[in-house]
C-alpha cells in the first residue's frame, strides 16, 4: 500500500502527487505501477483519461500508468527521479511538497509543447526527448534512464566512420 503519498489539486496542472512526510535526498518513494501495455497504434483506441497517462517503456511500447503514479507531473528542475517503477527523492523534499520527475527521462519525442512547471530554468516550450537535453543533464540522468535511451545514447556517442 502506497501511504507516503497523496494526491491533490496542483493548478493549473490538474492534480499532482505530494509528500505527507519528509523524504531524504535518495529515499525510496513509491512505485509508479504499470498497467496495459500498449503499441502506437493501440494508443488511439484508448480512453482519453488512459491516453494522457502513457510512459514509453520502448520505441514502440507503452505502458498505461496507474494511480497515484500517473498523477505524478514533470518538472524541468524536478524533486525526484525513477529509474524503472521506482521513484526516489532527487533532492531532500518536505513533507507538503509536490513531487515531480522530469518526463523527458525516458521521451524521444520531436514534439514541443508548453511547459507549465514554473521551474527557474523551464524554457517555457518544451521538446519532449532526452536527446533534446542539455548534455550535462543527460549525463546526470543516464544512469536512471531505461536500457532504450542507454543503448541510443550510446550509438548516438559513437563517432561517425
Ligand atoms: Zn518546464
Redesign the pocket.
Given at each position: 500500500m502506497i501511504t507516503d503519498v497523496v494526491v491533490r489539486d496542483a493548478p493549473p496542472k490538474g492534480k499532482g502527487v505530494f509528500a505527507l512526510r519528509s523524504f531524504r535526498k535518495g529515499e525510496f518513494i513509491f512505485r509508479r505501477r504499470h498497467g496495459r501495455v500498449v503499441s502506437p497504434r493501440q494508443e488511439a483506441q484508448l480512453s482519453a483519461e488512459d491516453g494522457r497517462h502513457l510512459t514509453e517503456l520502448d520505441f514502440d511500447r507503452s505502458a498505461v500508468l496507474l494511480p497515484p503514479g500517473c498523477y505524478l507531473n514533470?518538472?524541468?528542475?524536478p524533486n525526484a527521479m525513477r529509474s524503472g517503477v521506482k521513484v526516489f527523492a532527487w533532492r531532500a523534499l518536505r513533507k507538503g511538497e509536490e513531487i515531480t520527475i522530469d518526463y523527458r527521462l525516458n521521451a524521444f519525442s520531436d514534439v514541443r509543447s508548453r511547459?507549465?512547471?514554473?521551474?527557474r530554468?523551464?524554457?517555457?516550450i518544451?521538446q519532449w526527448s532526452f536527446f533534446a537535453l542539455d548534455p550535462k543533464r543527460q549525463r546526470r540522468y543516464l544512469p536512471y534512464a531505461p536500457d532504450f535511451i542507454r543503448r541510443d545514447y550510446r550509438r548516438r556517442a559513437r563517432p561517425p566512420v
Amino acid at each position: 500500500m502506497i501511504t507516503d503519498v497523496v494526491v491533490r489539486d496542483a493548478p493549473p496542472k490538474g492534480k499532482g502527487v505530494f509528500a505527507l512526510r519528509s523524504f531524504r535526498k535518495g529515499e525510496f518513494i513509491f512505485r509508479r505501477r504499470h498497467g496495459r501495455v500498449v503499441s502506437p497504434r493501440q494508443e488511439a483506441q484508448l480512453s482519453a483519461e488512459d491516453g494522457r497517462h502513457l510512459t514509453e517503456l520502448d520505441f514502440d511500447r507503452s505502458a498505461v500508468l496507474l494511480p497515484p503514479g500517473c498523477y505524478l507531473n514533470h518538472s524541468c528542475e524536478p524533486n525526484a527521479m525513477r529509474s524503472g517503477v521506482k521513484v526516489f527523492a532527487w533532492r531532500a523534499l518536505r513533507k507538503g511538497e509536490e513531487i515531480t520527475i522530469d518526463y523527458r527521462l525516458n521521451a524521444f519525442s520531436d514534439v514541443r509543447s508548453r511547459c507549465r512547471c514554473g521551474s527557474r530554468n523551464c524554457a517555457g516550450i518544451v521538446q519532449w526527448s532526452f536527446f533534446a537535453l542539455d548534455p550535462k543533464r543527460q549525463r546526470r540522468y543516464l544512469p536512471y534512464a531505461p536500457d532504450f535511451i542507454r543503448r541510443d545514447y550510446r550509438r548516438r556517442a559513437r563517432p561517425p566512420v
